[in-house]
Antibody, heavy 119, light 111 residues
């Protein structure tokens, strides 16, 4: 059974960079045709896809966040990561990592981690 | 402001059939598959429908999806109390280099 687990600081100061990691267990991150994705959800609001990375390393980012986002993968640790720079209060949200299958759906999700941006 | 448009709320009584709509444009729903997710309070979303109308293993056949042009719908028949949740539609958007877009979510209340 594939499992995803997010980790990272729960609190970050405005203008800084937040770094989150998603550890994948129960399967190799480099096997199969999967995209590894970051999605966030502000409290009481909807879902927003931040971006994704394929096992080859190719990425797609949400245009509204592209200038501040880097997603990378570390196959040796079976992890992929998110860096979001110049954060503001608007970036306060629960951040989920998820696996996207080749058919398009996000079939496995992490439990989510709350990131709060303080001034 | 979400790229895909959903009604903020929907409701029904046990046993009823309810539908939730999702409206997009030619760059997303009009040219790509639609996906539906169910999110219970405090949990991660769960894939409910993929590729417009396909159900993952374990999803009851009470849930069905359809798509026409730039709109899609999720139908839930035989409504049950445990169906009370938030529902989100999603589609790939071909604009720029491509990215996933979601609806704003619909809160389903079982009366």
């Amino acid at each position: 059974q594939v499992q995803l687990q997010e980790s990272g600081p729960g609190l970050v100061k405005s203008s800084q960079t937040v770094s989150l990691t998603c550890t994948v267990s129960g399967g190799s991150i480099s096997s199969g045709n999967y995209y590894w994705t970051w999605i966030r959800q502000p409290a009481g609001k909807g879902l927003e896809c931040i971006g994704r990375i394929y096992t080859s390393g190719s990425t797609n980012y949400n245009p509204s966040l592209k200038s501040r986002v880097t997603i990378s993968v570390d196959t040796s640790k079976n992890q992929f990561s998110l860096k979001l720079s110049s954060v503001t209060a608007a970036d306060t949200a629960v951040y989920f990592c998820a696996r996207q299958t080749i058919s398009g759906g996000f079939d496995y999700w992490g439990q989510g981690t709350l990131v709060t941006v303080s001034s | 402001q979400s790229v895909l448009t959903q009604p903020p709320s929907a409701s029904g009584t046990p046993g009823q059939r309810v539908t939730i709509s999702c409206s997009g444009s030619s760059s997303n729903i009009g040219s790509n598959y639609v996906y539906w997710y169910q999110q219970l309070p405090g949990t991660a979303p769960k894939l409910l429908i993929y590729m417009n109308n396909q159900r993952p293993s374990g999803v009851p056949d009470r849930f069905s999806g359809s798509k026409s042009g730039t709109s899609a719908s999720l139908a839930i028949s035989g409504l049950r109390s445990e169906d009370e949740a938030d529902y989100y539609c999603a589609a790939w958007d071909d604009s720029l280099s491509g990215y996933w877009v979601f609806g704003g979510g619909t809160k389903l209340t079982v009366l």
